[in-house]
């Protein structure tokens, strides 16, 4: 590597970071947002959950929802009642609800104290028409200023993506499932 190389790269380099410093000073904004977790491929709910972890790390009151639980206990939710932490209702750091109906929800998204809500794989009570999705989308645009929602699952509705903030979707590349691998404690559940 010659020195002209160096440089030029340095000089690159410190052209990228003040490009990254002067879009950090335009994001003024603070609010709570919608990040909607879609696609078919592995790590929506494993996503959903980290950021779970995260808002509890700086001391947050969180929620969830999970409209389909499998035939394993999630390693994730058995870590969180190991903790102490998973309850029902206002005094629950983690307000939490499986195979929930239409009230929890609502409860969560119009709770101010509930920094994050999450509502895994929600998409899937929409499409098989359990949920209506105005209802939904109204319940969200109503929800209080400060609260973060992360929604999971595959096939998410055209409005949803559209009213969401951020959205990744997350593409099956390939999955160890597909080459006959057995799901797997600590990997898929
Ligand atoms: P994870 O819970 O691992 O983050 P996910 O929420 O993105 O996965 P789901 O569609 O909810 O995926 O499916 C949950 C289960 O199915 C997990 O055990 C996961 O490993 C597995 N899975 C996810 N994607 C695929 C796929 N493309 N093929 C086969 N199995 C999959
Ligand atoms: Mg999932």
Known sequence: MDLTFKQQH?????DKK???????????????????????????????????????????????VQFITGTH??????????????????RAQVDYHAMATGCSWQRMLADPSLRLVVLDELTFMLQYGYLALSELLQALER???????????RSAPAPLLALAD??????????????GVKAQAGVDF
Request: hydrophobic fraction near 45%.
């Open 143 to 153: 929800r209080p200023a400060g609260q973060s929602v992360v929604i999971t699952g």
């Open 10 to 14: 340095a000089e690159r380099m410190q």
């Open 73 to 90: 206990a999630s390693g994730e939710v058995t870590f969180l009642q190991q903790q102490g932490l998973l309850g029902q209702g206002a």
């Open 18 to 64: 003040a490009q990254v410093q002067a879009a950090m000073a335009r994001a003024q904004v603070e609010r709570g947002i919608v990040v909607l977790l879609t696609g078919h491929g592995k790590g929506k709910t494993t996503s959903a959950f980290g950021m779970l972890y995260r808002a509890l790390g700086h001391g947050l009151r969180v929620g969830v």
């Open 166 to 179: 951020t959205v990744s979707e997350i593409a099956d590349t390939r999955h160890a499932f597909q080459a």
